[in-house]
């Protein structure tokens, strides 16, 4: 398919937001990449258009039964000046996974990439120079078909988005503080934790508005049948360095497979760190951040990349977790996935593709 340009007049572009004040996903630029799906004619019409609102009608399936998917990939300036992006090839393989699950029509994957590229390579002016900085890429799928009964819809739209990022938390990569909850649960085995669709976010407000209020930035999800199995943290994945290896939840269908996670694996287990994928316990944590046998324990994510934890709060106490400070392998795995990322040292996995 040929994508269609309708592209914003030099006079009417956006001033670009100062550098230092980005936040995360608060900017967008000025154009966005959209498509649309019927049943019986699948994808057509793919265009860049100047970035504005959807019609949706008011029984869009969306609306009501919450047919949503969507990704999350950067695009980085190195100091080369070149852009980069970071193993889109596997967001667009997840966002397939993710369709297949909620009953949404497959896109082809070369397709949907090369747009990406496309619409990045005309937003490039929105591409921040400073490290830590990165322009944001969100494709996402929606239901628009008007129907009220509960099936699969037969419509879609398909659109991606960018918006300049700086730290997802504030607190930048100092160690966050994180707050177990045994009273609410994200995802259970069999439901739809490991596809990246709009439900999970909602589901995981209410615990997180909890944390906030409590001081915490973020929150620690247990299996929702004994509540005692670690699952993910709201927004990242989660690791623990204890008795020489790394261990992370293994997955079980009710933890979404981090692109950054998988990351995380392959560079630890090249540099001779034994890697487990298996059930923890948070009470095996727990005792052995009393006992100091955990050693380190951070979070992995597209948004974060790495986020070391301080300390665990759970039923009541709080657990330290190396001092409070940052680790030395949360540090090395952070320096070196940023420094592939923007083209500062050998790509030896073949992860970055350069626009």
């Known amino acids: 398919m040929e ?12 001033a670009l937001p100062d550098p230092d004040k ?20 699948g994808w057509h019409s793919p265009r860049i258009t100047p970035y504005g609102d959807f ?18 990939l950067k695009a980085y300036r190195g100091r080369d000046g070149k852009i980069r992006l970071f193993r ?11 369709a297949w699950r909620m009953c949404m029509p497959q896109i082809d994957e070369e397709f949907l990439l090369s747009a990406i590229k496309e619409l990045v390579r005309i937003e490039s002016r929105w591409v921040p120079e400073a490290k830590g900085t990165s322009l944001y890429i969100r494709p996402f799928m929606i239901a628009t078909e008007a129907f009220l009964g509960v099936r699969p819809a037969k419509e879609y739209i398909l659109s ?12 930048g990569f100092n160690p966050v503080k994180i707050f177990v909850t045994d009273k609410f649960v994200r995802a259970a085995k069999g439901g739809v934790g490991e596809a990246k669709t709009a439900g999970n976010y909602a589901a995981s407000l209410m615990a997180s508005e909890e944390a906030k209020e409590l001081g915490f930035t973020q929150v620690l999800w247990l299996d929702c049948a004994e509540r005692r199995y670690i699952e993910e943290v709201g927004t990242m994945n989660i690791f623990f360095l204890m008795e020489d ?14 692109i950054t996670r998988d990351s995380v694996m392959k560079l630890a287990a090249s540099w001779g760190i034994r890697v487990e994928e298996r059930p923890i316990t948070i009470d095996e944590v727990i005792e052995k951040a009393q006992s100091g046998e955990l050693k380190e324990c951070f ?31 949360a540090q090395r795995l ?22």
């Open 55 to 72: 019609h949706l009608d008011p029984a869009a399936v969306v609306l009501h039964y919450g047919q949503a998917i969507f990704e999350g």
């Open 160 to 171: 991606v988005i960018l918006s300049p990022v700086g730290a997802y938390y504030s607190e």
């Open 88 to 98: 889109p090839r596997d967001n667009m393989k997840r966002m397939n996974r993710s």
């Open 3 to 14: 994508i269609a340009k309708e592209l914003v007049s030099e006079d009417d572009l956006k």
């Open 334 to 355: 952070f320096d070196e996935l940023t420094a592939i990322q923007y083209g500062e040292k050998e790509d030896r996995f073949g992860w970055i593709e350069v626009l």
């Open 22 to 41: 980005l936040g995360f996903g608060i900017h967008f630029t000025d154009h966005m990449f959209v498509m649309d799906y019927e049943e019986g004619r």
């Open 245 to 258: 290896a790394l261990v992370t939840p293994a997955l079980s269908g009710s933890i979404l497979p981090g």
């Open 299 to 329: 979070g992995s994510g597209t948004a974060a990349v790495i986020s070391p934890v301080a300390s665990l709060y759970y039923k009541g106490e709080s657990y330290e977790i190396n001092g409070g400070k940052t680790g030395p392998l």
